[in-house]
């Protein structure tokens, strides 16, 4: 595999990854074809981890069945993405995040709870069900550990006729009014339609994969690769560097434009690094800071890990904490996810385009 360079990764993303048209891009779609959906089987055979049954990574729009001509992968498919993409020939998008900005990946807001769309997901027997499912037992009628009775509660008195609700015929139920169409999700999927896009969402798949892609391309863009401490480590010991100079240099480095922040002594000196790619759990930040002397993470939660690396500090412990970004922290990995693409999609042209930083900072 063809690891991108320091130098070639920061001109991808300070530049906003300006999309040029694949070379010869039209001979290649002329020498074979090959379908979004067989790629995306491709995918799934060669992975290298049991493909399961989820609704993350899925078609999140376009027709599976489309030809196509080029393939992008990035961090996230904002609207420039998708953009770029058509101005380099390229129809089949690969996205780390979501396309619709939640984890369902709805391609309107209006598909939460109103009509046929919202009970695709979420959905269930405890939930409403569907016909034919298992009622859902009643207060009343649950008893047992978990449900804070220890028998079945007595049956409800009867009330008194003038607190009793009058009966409700159904064509006097107020249904719920869908919301007005919301201008941002229209603009988006008409785009899509417009150019026949097709979006995939990987993620949680290509984050099983060893060792870890995201801090694999991470670490090819900052030039540690070298310094890794074993084959599936995510722990790297680097020449001397403060924590400040280090801070800076990821800032650089991956165009970060506000998204950067540090916990910590910023004279410390550094050499351990722990990467911890994606969001981190404060059970992970518990057991890796001891081992090291700085943390680098996509995001956390603030009152967990983020908290504790400010205490630690503060008790004088020489520790450092560095969160890049979850969109940043992704964008390296799939970097590597398009190199790997390249090597089981050989008939179209693959590509990484980075979503940049979707923060900037007041000077």
Known sequence: MTEISRRDFVALTAAGAIATPFLDAASLRSAATVTAQEIVDRIKKNIGVEWGNDDVDTFKAGDPATIVTGVVTTSMATLDVLQKAVQAGANLIITAAPT?????????????????????????????????????????????????????????????RSVVPPAQTLAAVTLPTPPPIDPVYAG???????????????????????????????????GWTKYKTGEYSLGYEVPAISLEALASQLKKTLGAR?????????????????????????????????????????????WESATYAQDVAFAGVKRGFISIGRVVNEAPGMQVCADWLKTIVPEVPVRFISAGDPYWRPL
Not at 200 to 217: C, I, K, M, S, V
């Open 188 to 222: 988006k999927n008409a785009f899509i339609e417009k150019h026949k896009l097709v979006v995939f969402r990987l993620t949680q798949h290509w984050n099983q994969r060893r060792p870890d892609p995201r801090a694999q391309g991470l670490a090819a863009a900052m």
């Open 258 to 302: 506000g998204g950067i922040r540090a916990i910590g002594d910023r004279t410390m000196t550094v050499r351990k690094i722990g990467l911890l790619p994606g969001f981190t759990m404060i059970q992970a930040s518990i057991a890796t800071l001891p081992n090291v002397d700085v943390i680098i993470t996509g995001e956390v939660q603030e």
């Open 100 to 160: 619709f900005y939640s984890r369902a990946d709805l391609s309107t807001p209006a598909g939460r709870g109103f009509g046929a769309s919202g009970a695709g997901r979420g959905a269930g027997p405890n939930r409403g069900g569907s016909p034919g499912a298992a009622p859902v037992p009643s207060p009343a009628t649950m008893s047992g550990p978990g449900t804070g009775a220890s028998a079945p509660m007595p049956p409800a008195p009867v009330l008194p």
